[in-house]
């Protein structure tokens, strides 16, 4: 268990919130131009860091709203907390995740 501060509602326990995967995974602007695996992985690759991730949360049990959150996934400490349509703070550059070429 840990907390999370929402932006509109100050800190409050994990379980009040859901977690909304990844965050700033950017739409194709022409997917009709991408490759089958160009397409999947858009759709399916995600990066998975031992460290410090970007993730989208909603305030389930509170304010319904989403936010972005910078969290160690190591230790679950929250590096940062930032609206959406925001950038990351600086220093947290979503790396992209690329399938394993095998
Ligand atoms: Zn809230």
Redesign the pocket.
């Known amino acids: 268990m840990f907390l999370i501060p929402?932006?509109?509602?100050?800190e409050?326990e994990e379980s009040?919130f859901s977690y909304g995967h990844e965050a700033h995974i950017e739409r194709p602007k022409e997917p009709e131009k991408l490759s089958d695996a160009e397409w999947a992985d858009y759709l399916f690759m995600r990066t998975n860091p031992k460290g410090p991730h970007l993730e989208r949360w909603v305030?389930t049990a509170?304010?319904?709203?989403w936010f972005n959150v910078a969290r160690n996934t190591h230790t679950n400490e929250i590096l940062a907390v930032y609206l959406m349509g925001e950038k990351p703070p600086k220093g947290f550059a979503r790396k992209s995740a690329k399938r394993a070429k095998s």
Do not use: T
């Open positions: 929402c932006p509109w509602c100050g409050r009040e305030h509170g304010c319904r709203r």
